[in-house]
């Protein structure tokens, strides 16, 4: 997987590498307000950045590590971690077992049933649908429960452990100064859902980013051994939007646009948080589909337990065209996908030409 170069070398020449670092002008200081939400103190540990390693021997050639050799590191078992195996338990669910419980319990106290309230079923004359699937998830809602994830995060840590280049004490976001008694709360909800939904708005980023990033953080908190708390909330979550914005983008995606957001960040500490961030997942930027699709249907699980619903509408002529169209679109990206992978034969061309789409 690594780019290998070799050359032929003299064995009395002694090579030198020659290392050019690009300069990059700082963005300038333009005020987007981002929200803001209550903090706690956090351990903060500095994190060093040591240069890529590169090997070079006379007649053996110069030997790049490529990004993906580092991807999974042998002593980290993949079952444990739910970024990595779709059969692992995403962190975030668990967190969020206790306060659900006791809502259940509480609510069976009281008597009191909102559920029926709140949802709207299908029936033999009527079929309501939402607007959120696995490969465009509702924007508004996967915000929503990717938030309150985050929030879980927070509000059931174990410990405040924390590294320094996420401590937003010694890297503030904003020139404002920020009180020790503002990192003494638990932020509460809707705070980090207006501060998500301010960079969103910003970027421009689809739902599928939100649960891409969802991932990245989960991957961090496993690989790094720290909390998610007060202090540390709004770098980890921007070092983890701002990575999936990268990889998963078609768009090119610069770290001055984040610049402009907060004032008081330059472009050379925004590239240093996504460095700092790469290292700490040991590389591992890759997210598959089985992974992907945990995450989605355990974020409508959380959602659902936390009285979240995504509007639902009633399925008439126009809207099942609609869902018609999306999956025959839906099918020829899997035909032709098929195609580079093995040959085809009449039969199948038979079977999409005639094939209908699947309501539920």
Same mark, same amino acid.
């Given at each position: ?190 705070? +980090?859902? %207006?501060? =998500? ?5 910003? &970027?421009?980023? $689809?739902?599928?980013?939100? *649960? /891409?990033?969802?991932?990245? +953080?989960? %991957?961090? =908190? ?5 909390? &998610?708390?007060? $202090?540390?909330?709004?770098? *980890? /979550? ?123």
């Amino acid at each position: 997987m690594g780019n290998i170069m070799t050359c032929c070398v003299c064995p009395r020449a002694s090579p030198e590498l020659d290392q050019h670092q690009g300069s990059v002008c700082p963005c300038g200081s333009e005020i987007y307000k981002a929200a803001a939400g209550d903090m706690i103190a956090g351990v903060s540990v500095a994190a060093a950045v040591e240069p890529g390693e590169v090997t070079f021997e006379a007649g053996e050639g110069l030997h790049v590590h490529h990004i993906c050799e580092r991807e999974m590191p042998e002593d980290i078992p993949l079952e444990s971690n739910s970024s990595d195996h779709p059969k692992a338990s995403t962190i975030f669910l668990r967190k969020s077992q206790t306060d659900v419980q006791e809502k259940r319990k509480s609510n069976y106290t009281k008597h009191v049933s909102t559920e029926r309230f709140t949802q709207q079923y299908s029936s033999c004359s009527t079929i309501f649908l939402d607007d959120s699937t696995a490969s465009q998830p509702h924007l508004t809602m996967t915000l929503k429960s990717v938030t309150l994830a985050i929030y879980y995060h927070i509000k059931q840590r174990d410990a405040d452990r924390s590294l320094g280049i996420f401590d937003e004490r010694l890297h503030p976001l904003t020139r404002e100064e920020v009180l020790e008694e503002y990192f003494k709360y638990d932020p509460e909800h809707k705070f +980090i859902f %207006r501060f =998500v939904c301010t960079v969103f708005k910003a &970027i421009r980023l $689809t739902a599928e980013f939100a *649960i /891409v990033s969802l991932i990245y +953080i989960e %991957r961090l =908190v496993s690989y790094a051994d720290i909390d &998610i708390c007060p $202090t540390n909330w709004k770098r *980890i /979550v921007l070092g983890a939007i701002l990575l999936a914005s990268k990889v998963w983008n078609d768009m090119a995606v610069w770290n001055v646009e984040y610049c402009k957001l907060f004032e008081n960040t330059t472009v050379e500490e925004m590239n240093e948080l996504e460095r700092q961030f790469l290292k700490l997942i040991n590389y591992n930027i890759g997210v598959t589909g089985s992974v992907y699709s945990r995450f989605y249907f355990d974020l409508r699980s959380l959602a659902h337990d936390n009285g979240l619903y995504s509007p639902v509408y009633l399925l008439d002529r126009e809207r099942a065209w609609k869902l018609e169209a999306f999956s025959r679109m839906e099918q020829y990206k899997v035909f032709y996908s098929a195609a580079k992978n093995r040959p085809l034969s009449a039969g199948d061309l038979f079977h999409l030409q005639r094939a209908k789409a699947i309501l539920f």
